[in-house]
């Protein structure tokens, strides 16, 4: 199974920037897309904060838009998560994770989570 890690987090005071990235053991730019999330509090359902699909295009959750921003380098297996005008509210474990195929097709769910890097943002 395509192992993917994150890195990338840290301490940053509000308004500060920080990019994270996501590799993969294998390649994971060809499938059903990769997605960043977030889990703010441990136990909670992890949110979505941006993701790519196969044709470059990309979503965002609301909270993200005009601030993250979300990429690939097919060339390194990675995809990126700027993150730009940190919140105290952005504090969270982020995880990247991959587009699931059923059936051979893209079910729009995305599993085989990284194990997360931890943002902390402070006012």
């Known amino acids: 199974q395509v192992r993917l890690t994150e890195s990338g987090g840290g301490s940053v005071q509000a308004g500060g920037a920080l990019k994270l990235s996501c590799t993969g053991s294998?390649?994971?730019?060809?499938?059903?897309?990769v997605g960043w999330y977030r889990r703010q509090t441990p136990g909670n359902e992890r949110e979505v904060v941006a993701?790519?699909?196969?044709?470059?295009?990309?979503d965002y959750g609301a909270f993200a838009r005009g601030r993250f921003t979300i990429s690939q380098d097919r060339s390194k297996n990675t995809v990126y998560l700027q993150m730009n005008s940190l919140k105290p509210t952005d504090t969270a474990t982020y995880f990247c994770a991959q587009g699931l195929q059923y059936d051979g097709r893209c079910s729009g769910e995305y599993g085989n989570w990284g194990q997360g890097t931890q943002v902390t943002v402070s006012s």
């Open positions: 294998e390649d994971i730019l060809s499938g059903c897309g």
């Open positions: 993701v790519i699909h196969r044709d470059d295009t990309t």
